[in-house]
């Protein structure tokens, strides 16, 4: 398998859509699908379906050159009590339904300024952008469709329309 030529390093408080998305600009391909391909990983696939018991980071690790541990802070491994070993029943349906699956929230202003989704935002309860303190959106205010975590350009939904002019509500 082909590594890429550049890599960029995770940050910490990202997600794996994200980070892929960041491979996606840095390697200066038009869209994720190549990677995506590459790693294994259908575009169907969400947060919670890419748990550490049931998904094989094989293909991501090859293709980038990081280690698991790199790649297993991008999901909730560690949060949801998974070691590499066993999980606990408990944490493991908390992680399958606790998270999202193929549609994501977003933070305009977050997306704006950091070029990445937050990895809280797959959590399905989290309603607010801690940073920004505004509404989460879920939907496009244009199409009034679900928001995928899987898009050709990271920054635009389906319709094109651009996730970072997004109008949001602000909570305070």
């Given at each position: 398998?082909?590594?890429?030529?550049?890599?960029?390093?995770?940050?910490?408080?990202e997600?794996?859509?994200s980070?892929?998305?960041?491979?996606?600009?840095?390697?200066?391909?038009?869209?994720?699908?190549?990677?995506?391909?590459?790693?294994?990983?259908?575009?169907?696939?969400?947060?919670?379906?890419?748990?550490?018991?049931?998904?094989?980071f094989?293909?991501?690790?090859?293709?980038?050159?990081?280690?698991?541990e790199?790649?297993?802070?991008?999901?909730?491994?560690?949060?949801?009590?998974?070691e590499?070993?066993?999980?606990?029943?408990?944490?493991?349906?908390?992680?399958?339904?606790?998270?999202?699956?193929?549609?994501?929230k977003?933070?305009?202003?977050?997306?704006?300024?950091?070029?990445?989704n937050?990895?809280?935002?797959?959590?399905?309860?989290?309603?607010?952008?801690?940073?920004?303190?505004?509404l989460?959106?879920?939907?496009?205010?244009?199409?009034?469709?679900?928001?995928p975590?899987?898009?050709?350009?990271?920054?635009?939904?389906?319709?094109?329309?651009?996730?970072?002019?997004?109008?949001?509500?602000?909570c305070?």
């Amino acid at each position: 398998m082909p590594k890429l030529l550049r890599v960029v390093q995770p940050n910490t408080t990202e997600n794996i859509y994200s980070f892929i998305n960041r491979l996606t600009e840095e390697n200066k391909y038009e869209a994720n699908t190549w990677i995506l391909k590459q790693a294994h990983i259908p575009n169907y696939y969400g947060p919670r379906n890419l748990l550490p018991w049931n998904f094989n980071f094989k293909h991501l690790i090859e293709l980038t050159g990081l280690d698991l541990e790199q790649i297993g802070s991008l999901t909730f491994q560690k949060e949801f009590g998974y070691e590499g070993k066993e999980y606990e029943l408990f944490n493991h349906l908390l992680y399958k339904e606790a998270l999202m699956g193929k549609t994501c929230k977003v933070c305009p202003k977050c997306i704006n300024e950091f070029g990445q989704n937050h990895k809280l935002w797959d959590i399905r309860f989290l309603l607010i952008c801690p940073i920004h303190k505004n509404l989460l959106m879920s939907h496009c205010p244009s199409c009034k469709k679900a928001i995928p975590q899987y898009r050709r350009n990271f920054y635009k939904c389906a319709c094109s329309s651009d996730i970072r002019t997004f109008l949001f509500k602000a909570c305070y």
